[in-house]
């Protein structure tokens, strides 16, 4: 990694006309793209930055949602994630993936429904079902 005092020299040698692009390079043991990209950065901005980078990520579901998201899951507890997250877009204007509204869940503790309707359909797991399919398909 380059000191910030070897980048102050390199752009001043190459202000200094010290050499071309290849030679400030070599002489600074640096590659060649380095200096490139230095250079039209300074010709761009006049000053050389470093590039933001990361960082921290505001929550899309704020604190104060979630004592809206308990109540929607309290006042009907089989819905999904799917149509949990379109219910919070009605009542808030803020929309949010499955994956978000499923950590915002988990914080709570809560419990959602897994499975829709037509997956539940295709493995019955009332008695009741089970013993009219045992009938269907028992081989005799």
């Not at 978000?100 to 997956?119: D, F, I, N």
């Not at 359909?121 to 009219?132: E, F, G, M």
Request: hydrophobic share 35%; proline share 3%; glycine share 4%.
């Amino acid at each position: 990694m380059i000191q910030p005092q070897a980048i102050d020299r390199v752009i001043m040698a190459w202000e200094a006309k010290e050499g071309s692009q290849r030679q400030l390079a070599q002489r600074f043991k640096v590659s060649l793209s380095f200096v490139r990209k230095l250079l039209r950065q300074y010709r761009t901005n006049g000053q050389v930055e470093a590039k933001r980078r990361g960082g921290y990520q505001k929550p899309t579901i704020i604190n104060e949602h979630l004592s809206l998201i308990q109540s929607l899951v309290e006042e009907k507890n089989d819905l999904l994630l799917r149509e949990l997250c379109d219910r919070y877009t009605e009542r808030t204007g803020i929309s949010v993936s499955i994956t978000t509204m499923h950590r915002a869940v988990e914080k709570l503790g809560l419990g959602v429904k897994k499975k829709s309707l037509c997956q539940r359909a295709r493995y019955p797991t009332s008695p009741r079902v089970k013993a009219r399919l045992s009938l269907l398909f028992r081989s005799d």
